[in-house]
């Protein structure tokens, strides 16, 4: 009888302990939950709000795909009773999108979802707030995957409020530079091997200066020769002078600059056809020149005419920038063009010069004519994100290329930061006899 008592007693026992362990341990995950987010946020959303997240988008799916209009109903059955035509039973579900596995990300999760006959992106794209709403997650962003299929990426907070600076892995690579975080939390790289000539435009205060700072910082440490065109008397890139192979601070020396640049490229070029290559990458590492990166900044500057010689100098200017932009990306010689405004009322020598640019950055700017010259010809969509961009959102900017866009954020280099690196680095500067030449 006493053995009895004692299996029913820790019977009754073992429940009521598994209660206070499970209420402890929640008790210490909603006290140290708040510190634990902060310090481990990746973590945390893995294990905590990853599931709670999948199990929003399971139970909405349905309900959200129809109150968006992205349901198709189905026509109801007919049944035929004594000779009578007459509906039959209550009509099914409406068919809604299928979707796929959700994928966690470091910052949220994405999925591809898959469109009805009759179906578009664009569909998808105007119920992107009211997936954001319904899942709880700070932003949702859709673009199309392939024929038939988008592409869904929610984010749980904005990466791009607090970016943090991605760890450096394996080798530097060369002309590869990681100036800030996209808004999926990915590094934002700027690769001039595979996008050679970057426009960036951006009002005064808009993080633009803060951009060309982190590219010059990270460009430096690597075996280029940087050249600078700042024809607002050189205040702007007189900080990397130490690492600059040239520097043009009015209009006149740009021109002689620029000229010898073109020079420089013709040379490249006959040094490749005799070698029967068509860059320089194809020649051998010992014969292969130096890459050249050529910042230019406040390019209206080059541009704007008041006298009959101007006109000739803002020609010549505008001319050998499109020649480099069109022979540069073969031959190592690469284009950062920036600028506070840009508009095709600069002349046609502006619009001619913004079609080479492949990669853009627009940053706030005063003018909606500004962004238009940056984004326009690339993504409509691309275009609205940029100018809802607020002057409390300094650094943001949205970048877009060829393969798409998205919105980023550059890291913080102040021109305290940017100077000391120019002059930590100063040793290893290219002295070009072609520029050196063209001063």
């Known amino acids: 009888m006493m053995i009895l008592a004692s299996t029913a007693s820790a019977g009754t026992t073992w429940p009521s302990s598994f209660l206070v362990v499970a209420a402890v341990l929640v008790s210490g995950l909603l006290l140290a939950g708040p510190a634990l987010r902060r310090r481990y946020p990746v973590a945390w959303w893995l294990l905590f709000g990853l599931p709670v997240a999948c199990c929003r988008v399971i139970r909405t799916w349905r309900p959200l795909m129809a109150g968006c209009g992205l349901a198709v109903s189905r026509r109801p059955a007919l049944t035929v009773v004594s000779g009578l035509v007459g509906k039959g039973a209550p009509p099914p579900q409406p068919l809604v999108p299928r979707f796929g596995f959700i994928r966690p990300t470091a910052g949220g999760f994405w999925l591809l979802a898959r469109l009805l006959p009759g179906q578009v992106p664009d569909d998808f794209v105007k119920a992107a707030p009211a997936m954001a ?9 859709v673009a199309p995957q392939k024929p038939g299929t988008v592409r869904i990426t929610a984010s749980v907070t904005d990466p791009l409020a607090y970016p943090r600076i991605p760890k450096q892995r394996g080798p530097v690579h060369l002309l590869r530079v990681a100036v800030g975080a996209l808004e999926t939390g990915a590094a934002w790289v700027i690769d001039l091997r595979r996008i050679p000539h970057w426009l960036i435009v951006g009002a005064t205060r808009s993080g633009k200066s803060t951009l060309i700072n982190a590219l010059v910082a990270g460009l430096a ?82 541009f704007l005419i008041a006298s009959r010689n101007e006109k000739d100098e803002a020609h010549a200017a505008g001319t050998a920038l499109i020649r480099l932009a069109q022979l540069g990306a073969a031959l190592g010689v690469f284009l950062v063009v920036a600028g506070q405004r840009v508009g095709s009322d600069l002349g046609p020598g502006v619009t001619a010069l913004r079609a080479q640019l492949g990669g853009r950055v627009c940053h706030r700017v005063a003018d909606p004519g500004t962004a238009e010259m940056a984004l326009g010809d690339l993504n409509p969509d691309a275009l609205k994100a940029a100018q809802a961009i607020t002057p409390e959102q300094a650094g943001t900017a949205v970048l877009a290329s060829g393969d798409g866009w998205e919105r980023a954020r550059s890291h913080l280099i102040t021109e305290a930061d940017a100077e000391a690196i120019a002059a930590e680095y100063a040793h290893l500067t290219p002295h070009l006899s072609e520029l050196l030449d063209a001063k």
Request: proline share 7%.
């Open 133 to 141: 709403e319904a899942w709880g997650m700070h932003a949702v962003r």
């Open 221 to 302: 440490p690597q075996p280029v020769a940087l050249v600078g065109v700042d024809c607002k008397g050189g205040m702007e890139l007189s900080l990397y002078e130490p690492r600059l192979s040239a520097l043009a601070t009015n209009r006149e020396q740009a021109v002689r600059l620029l000229a010898a640049l073109v020079d420089l490229t013709l040379d490249r070029m006959t040094v490749c056809r005799a070698a029967r290559v068509r860059n320089i990458w194809g020649l051998p590492e010992q014969e292969r020149p130096l890459p050249v990166v050529v910042i230019v900044d406040e390019i209206a500057e080059l």
